[in-house]
């Protein structure tokens, strides 16, 4: 794109220098839509990329309002960047809006404006430069549509690993075990198994295991009759019930005490159960999918979760690798949020510098993709502008780069500990290509090869 400062210098020379027929030949060679406008914002020039953008003929268009012409998704409110401009004084560049051209089809674009003055430096009026990106938007779309699945995003393979399985398991009655750390996204996979499941249009009953007391979830979970305990003044079905021929998502099923184990066990083997406090035998079809952020196998082995249980769970077995483990689909869904928080703040934000940038993809994010998420909101709401800076991150996150340092101010690790802990920084921000890893260590391969194996650095696994 032309820069602004180049067509003010353009629109000056047509002051002085040029003949109105030479300018109109520069101008019109210039594939950008250029368009310039007086105090008033009528429309005072229109260069043919616009004009055949738009559909207007120079006639139709010459001494009209600006706002007729784009009929632009931000015209008459206060995110009018004509308005902006002559309110700020300042030009405003790489802004997206979507503009209506003459039969109402909508286009969207990139929009650049700058001042324009006269000889004695007097504000005259504004250009303003706009560019369709129509087949922008159109590749993201289909990339968004590649990368994702049910709202799930992600290019890393891991990932495309879950995205290919889903379907398969889906049109299975299989119970299937969620395994991954806290905000790794386990409840959209679940909610992706259902909705592309021939149970999609029965319900999708959700249970959080951790948040109830043992008789709460016994009687959550299998119903209760009437006079059952001191406060069962009605009858009451539980979510097994409710879930009858759709799905049932049990989370943090690691939680549940050894007694609804028991029960639950009977349900996967038997498909009955009796309510609480009742003796008749209920009969149901569910299908069953559990999500734990504990190591099952490991609460196996110390007694608190039982076996037959464990592996009646993990008929398929899926694991949710942490964001750490996935640095590539960072800036996915940085997309995907952005799109995401703009809609629901009225916002236009479409850019974050590189410095930002830099913190989102060296950080750890121990919370995973929900912090991840609320990151990116904090940042909205501290960004008046369409770039998301450094300064609009949380505080915290900006401490990252140091603690490095701050370990061996501290003395807390030895230095093979922190040379692994690079090692291992760099093989994730890099999805272990050891060519690149090596060239940003300043080693050879085979070096990087021999610390691998002196440190007992392993790829890890996919594991599905």
């Known amino acids: 794109m032309v820069s602004i400062a180049?067509?003010?210098?353009?629109?000056?020379?047509?002051?002085?220098?040029?003949?109105?027929?030479?300018?109109?030949?520069?101008?019109?060679?210039?594939?950008?839509?250029?368009?310039?406008?007086?105090?008033?914002?009528?429309?005072?020039?229109?260069?043919?990329a616009a004009r055949e953008m738009l559909g207007y003929s120079e006639e139709d268009l010459m001494g009209k309002t600006c706002d007729t012409l784009f009929q632009c998704n931000i015209c008459h409110s206060m995110e009018c960047i004509l308005k902006r401009t002559l309110n700020t004084k300042e030009a405003v560049s790489n802004f997206e809006a979507v503009i209506k051209n003459k039969t109402g089809k909508p286009i969207p674009v990139n929009i650049n404006t700058a001042l324009l003055k006269d000889k004695d430096e007097n504000l005259v009026g504004i250009v303003e430069v706009f560019r369709d990106i129509s087949l922008i938007k159109e590749l993201q779309e289909k990339l968004d549509f590649k990368y994702s699945f049910e709202n799930i995003v992600g290019k890393n393979k891991r990932m495309k690993d879950i995205f290919a399985l889903i379907p398969s398991v889906a049109h299975s009655k299989s119970t299937?075990?969620?395994?991954?750390?806290?905000?790794?996204?386990?409840?959209?996979?679940?909610?992706?198994?259902?909705?592309?499941?021939?149970?999609?249009?029965?319900?999708?009953?959700?249970?959080?295991?951790?948040?109830?007391?043992?008789?709460?979830?016994?009687?959550?979970?299998?119903?209760?009759?009437?006079?059952?305990?001191?406060?069962?003044?009605?009858?009451?079905?539980?979510?097994?019930?409710?879930?009858?021929?759709?799905?049932?998502f049990l989370d943090d099923v690691g939680d549940i005490s050894p007694y609804i184990q028991v029960k639950f066990l009977r349900v996967l083997q038997e498909e009955e159960f009796e309510r609480v406090g009742g003796t008749k035998t209920i009969k149901i079809d569910v299908r069953v999918i559990a999500a734990t952020n504990k190591n099952l196998a490991s609460e196996v082995k110390k007694g608190t979760f039982r076996e037959d249980l464990y592996y009646r769970l993990r008929v398929v077995p899926i694991y949710l690798p942490p964001l750490r483990e996935r640095k590539n689909d960072i800036p996915l869904l940085?997309?995907?949020?952005?799109?995401?928080?703009?809609?629901?703040?009225?916002?236009?934000?479409?850019?974050?510098?590189?410095?930002?940038?830099?913190?989102?993809?060296?950080?750890?994010?121990?919370?995973?993709?929900?912090?991840?998420?609320?990151?990116?909101?904090?940042?909205?709401?501290?960004?008046?502008?369409?770039?998301?800076?450094?300064?609009?991150?949380?505080?915290?996150?900006?401490?990252?780069?140091?603690?490095l340092l701050e370990k061996v101010d501290s003395r807390e690790g030895?230095?093979?500990?922190?040379?692994?802990?690079?090692?291992?920084?760099?093989?994730?921000?890099?999805?272990?290509?050891?060519?690149?890893?090596?060239?940003?260590?300043?080693?050879?391969?085979?070096t990087l090869w021999r610390k691998l194996k002196e440190l007992g650095i392993q790829k890890p696994q996919t594991v599905s």
Request: glycine share 6%; proline share 2%; aromatic share 8%.
């Open 334 to 403: 940085l997309n995907h949020f952005i799109g995401k928080f703009n809609k629901i703040m009225d916002k236009n934000i479409n850019n974050i510098s590189h410095k930002a940038m830099d913190i989102l993809m060296s950080y750890d994010y121990p919370g995973n993709i929900r912090e991840l998420e609320n990151i990116v909101e904090h940042a909205f709401v501290c960004c008046n502008g369409n770039t998301i800076l450094m300064e609009h991150l949380p505080k915290e996150i900006l401490q990252t780069d140091t603690d």
């Open 6 to 48: 180049g067509f003010r210098i353009i629109i000056m020379d047509m002051i002085d220098e040029l003949k109105q027929s030479d300018a109109d030949i520069i101008l019109n060679c210039i594939t950008d839509g250029v368009i310039t406008i007086d105090l008033k914002q009528r429309v005072r020039y229109i260069n043919k």
């Open 176 to 248: 299937v075990l969620i395994e991954g750390e806290s905000g790794t996204g386990k409840e959209l996979i679940a909610n992706a198994i259902h909705i592309s499941s021939p149970r999609k249009d029965k319900p999708f009953i959700k249970v959080s295991c951790a948040a109830l007391a043992e008789g709460v979830l016994e009687s959550e979970l299998f119903g209760h009759v009437k006079g059952s305990f001191t406060s069962a003044f009605y009858e009451k079905p539980g979510r097994f019930e409710l879930a009858d021929r759709g799905t049932i």
């Open 414 to 446: 030895s230095l093979g500990e922190m040379e692994k802990e690079l090692i291992l920084r760099l093989l994730d921000r890099y999805e272990w290509r050891y060519k690149e890893v090596s060239e940003r260590l300043g080693i050879s391969r085979t």
